[in-house]
């Protein structure tokens, strides 16, 4: 919606492009019902571009993904937009039908009972220093959408979305998954500052020099042949688990598995040297030398996002490893001179979402407190902080036996309303139910083995065995469910924050360049800092504001001004 003269004004304008650099425009009303004629263009970036300066519209199109990136690079930046894709996708799962195609030849297919189109394979990665895409790039696949289809596709989205038992959220959900989607695009086309220079030197502090022939560089070469020599073994490959877990059996070391806390319990003189190999060999494979030159170019690093990438609605990339950059690695990510980075880390997020969501007022009064944990240890864990954040993750992740079991029975004695919350969302996902986020994100459906329902809600007669496989099968998928309603529920959080930031920078020189899980980085100049700062602390606010109205709940932003991503608190 755009505010003019007082008065709210909603201007929809669906957009088709032709591959060749034009398109067609349609005007529509809130409905998804043509307003006007068909306008044939043959610059649609300029077109877009003139429609923003006088319209401001929300833009109607198959998928921003597809749809955007050629727009920004010829310079047309959008303010909103609804993206059919996305949407389709979260109201196929919401009714259970997770999973199935979501283009629109799909919908339409779906509103006509004729066959359904599997969607096209997603098109090969392309790391920025290997693309060689033009302007408008042609999409694999069946012929595009037309004008009405898009408009019919949105009327019946519209229709389903008053469907959902809570429209108003699940609104919500719609416009900040689109929104999202055009931050992950103009975020991999502006890119994260990376300094070449730095990370070069990183590389050699940590691994040494590489080989010339493009084998190990020289410490990784160096640690391997001391865990071989510490095995008594002339050669050794460390990085295959199968190979190192017979050197430990060689030893009188039978283990499970090669991951870091298997091998901590291990009184071995090889350990320490291969768990700094591990660390060391997965900097080498996923952020060294050649993932630099893949995916650092004109001194910034740009990964594809992908935007409810995950099934809890977190985000995810295509290449480049973007959400899982090491600490040392971070100080490589530089603002420019004059510029600042402004990192913003939002705190116990779960935990927050789950005294905002569940009702429970004495666990909403703690969260109204700076640091949840804290609160929860004076009101009811006698001030040992520890044992309450051990017992409200453990509530939140299933944990229930071990050291987790005292402290959650005084969280069940002491929260019920938040406990109860969780056992709803764990029995529903046991039995194959559905659960559903704040907002109206679905799970997955449960599967026809899950025991008490199956996925489409039957009830299932037969008794069930609880040491058997369907057994352990459903209280593992009620351990995902009683999280999904929280995990799910805080990325429709962080995203709302995102949305609301976009919108607060918009006519500034910031740029919104990293967005991870509850973490968000704006660079900007350093006159700016402050002001970002602020608008970030203001975003955070107001996502919380539009996600749970007047909620004692609050959700602290960490904030710090650096010139060094490292140095962020």
């Given at each position: 919606m755009s505010y003019r003269a007082g008065r709210i004004r909603f201007v929809l304008v669906a957009v088709v492009a032709d591959g060749r650099g034009g398109g067609m425009l349609q005007p529509l009303d809130p409905g998804g019902h043509p307003t006007g004629p068909v306008e044939q263009v043959t610059d649609l970036v300029a077109a877009v571009a003139a429609r923003e300066t006088t319209d401001r519209p929300r833009w109607l199109w198959t998928s921003t993904a597809s749809a955007y990136p050629a727009l920004l690079r010829g310079g047309a930046r959008v303010e909103r937009c609804h993206d059919l894709e996305l949407t389709e996708a979260l109201l196929l799962g919401h009714a259970g039908r997770w999973g199935e195609p979501r283009s629109v030849a799909a919908a339409l297919a779906r509103q006509t009972g004729g066959p359904v189109p599997p969607d096209p394979p997603p098109r090969p990665v392309e790391p920025p220093g290997q693309a060689q895409g033009t302007l408008f790039d042609a999409r694999p696949g069946p012929p595009p959408a037309d004008l009405t289809d898009l408009s019919r596709v949105y009327a019946d989205q519209l229709t389903r979305i008053g469907r959902t038992g809570h429209p108003h959220r699940f609104r919500l959900l719609v416009a900040a998954e689109s929104a999202g989607a055009l931050v992950a695009v103009e975020m991999g086309a502006t890119g994260l500052p990376w300094r070449v220079e730095t990370h070069d030197e990183i590389l050699?502090?940590?691994?040494?020099?590489?080989?010339?022939?493009?084998?190990?560089?020289?410490?990784l070469a160096e640690l391997q042949a001391r865990i071989a020599a510490a095995f008594g073994l002339r050669q050794l490959h460390v990085e295959s688990p199968a190979e190192l877990l017979r050197a430990f059996a060689r030893a009188g070391f039978e283990l499970p598995s090669t991951r870091a806390w298997v091998l901590r319990a291990v009184d071995h003189p090889a350990v320490p040297l291969v768990l700094t190999y591990k660390e060391l060999y997965r900097i080498w494979t996923a952020h060294g030398w050649a993932w630099r030159q893949a995916w650092v170019s004109g001194g910034r690093f740009r990964p594809e996002y992908v935007p409810a990438g995950v099934v809890s609605g977190r985000w995810a990339t295509?290449?480049?490893g973007a959400l899982q950059i090491p600490k040392v690695i971070r100080r490589a990510v530089v603002a420019d001179p004059g510029w600042r980075l402004v990192v913003a880390d939002a705190g116990q997020v779960e935990p927050r979402v789950l005294a905002a969501v569940s009702g429970d007022a004495r666990l909403a009064a703690a969260g109204g407190a700076g640091d949840l944990y804290a609160a929860l240890a004076r009101e009811s864990f006698a001030g040992d902080r520890g044992r309450a954040k051990v017992a409200l993750l453990g509530a939140m992740y299933g944990q229930t036996g071990g050291e987790a079991a005292p402290a959650l029975a005084v969280l069940r004695r002491h929260y019920p309303t938040a406990f109860a919350h969780l056992e709803t969302a764990a029995r529903t996902g046991e039995a194959g139910g559905l659960v559903r986020s704040w907002l109206g994100r679905t799970c997955p459906p449960g599967s026809a083995g899950f025991a008490g329902l199956d996925g489409v809600g039957q009830a299932d007669p037969e008794p069930v065995d609880p040491r058997s496989d369907r057994a352990r099968a459903a209280r593992s998928r009620g351990r995902f469910t009683r999280n999904f309603v929280v995990q799910a529920t805080a990325a429709e959080w962080a995203s709302t924050l995102l949305a609301t930031l976009r919108a607060a920078l918009a006519?500034?020189?910031?740029?919104?360049?990293?967005?991870?899980?509850?973490e968000v980085v704006v660079h900007c100049p350093a006159g700016l800092a402050d002001r970002v700062a602020e608008a970030v602390t203001g975003s955070g606010e107001r996502a919380?504001?539009?996600?749970?109205?007047?909620?004692?709940?609050?959700?602290?932003?960490?904030?710090?001004?650096?010139?060094?991503?490292?140095?962020?608190?």
């Open positions: 050699a502090e940590l691994l040494g020099e590489p080989s010339a022939t493009g084998g190990q560089p020289r410490r295509r290449g480049g006519g500034t020189d910031a740029e919104l360049v990293f967005f991870q899980h509850d919380t504001a539009l996600l749970f109205g007047d909620t004692p709940v609050r959700f602290p932003l960490d904030l710090s001004i650096v010139d060094c991503y490292a140095d962020a608190s």
